[in-house]
């Protein structure tokens, strides 16, 4: 793959998909993970069907007609359900929180790789921080948990690019929310892109790349007010928060070590939502082999 210059053009984006893939396949299934793995496959397809019915007009009953996407909906989630319920006859415990589990870390770990490529400073900063603290060895928990450069940049790539675009909750009873009283049983959406891009709470150069910003940490920038909600909030918040930084971490670690890399002129930028947030024509990088 490499030329003789020891460069070449990757795709990044499927590859990040299958790593995390794999990664929560192997700790949900263990030995079943090629089964856990065809599930997440088969959600992508479903979520892209599902992305097509959200944006379709809306005809009600629709959804109970025999059409083609209503169909090939019916055979995937037949399929899902025959595939897990197989796994457990085996007596594997299934997580179901890994289904969204993967492509919300894969999401992360491909923005901050496009993020990167673009930023090379940064990158220089990170590396520099890696091999300072690890060499070319293999990295371990406790080297992971004292990154600090590679956190703040974390914290960047998901406050520009926040993997989950829209957080629900039911009211359950009436509740008021600044001057506005909202009855019960209303759905509130809040959208953490919206929120991550406001001028008023994160200055003029908000759509800017600025890790510096969580130098002091989380707490410091939301200033007692929940404005950065990547994972959430509340007693509801993602459990997987932490299991996702250390999977992130430790694959960052490791292509900083082999690799440095930057944007290719191929890369058109397009994010996209499909249930989670995408580079739309996947992430077209140069590696350099170091
Ligand atoms: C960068 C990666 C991830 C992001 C951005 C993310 C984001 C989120 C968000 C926004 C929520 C909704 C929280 C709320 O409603 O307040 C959530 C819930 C959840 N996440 Fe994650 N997540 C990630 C990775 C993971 C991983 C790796 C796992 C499991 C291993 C996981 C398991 C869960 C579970 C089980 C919930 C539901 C919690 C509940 O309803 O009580 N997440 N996540």
Redesign the pocket.
Known sequence: MLTNEGLCEVDVWPHIQTLTSDV?SRTAFGSNFKEGRKIFELQREQAKLVMKAARSFYIPGLKYFPTKRNNSMKEIDREVKTTIKRIIDKRVIAMK??ES?QE??A??LVWTMILLGQHTDWQTRARDEVLHLFGKRKPDVDGLNHLKIINMIFCEV?RLY???TI?RRLIYKETKLGNITLPAHTLVEINPLFLHHDNDIWGDDANDFKPERFSEGVSKVNKGQASY??????P??????N??MLE?KMALVMVLQCFSFELSPSYSHAPYTIITLQPQFGAHLILHKI
Not at 229 to 234: D, K, W
Not at 236 to 241: A, P, S
Request: proline share 11%; net charge positive.
């Open positions: 929560i929180a890994g589990s919300t870390t999401n992360m998901l926040p993997p989950a957080i909600l990547p994972f959430g909030g509340g509801r918040i993602c459990i997987g928060q299991f996702a992130a």
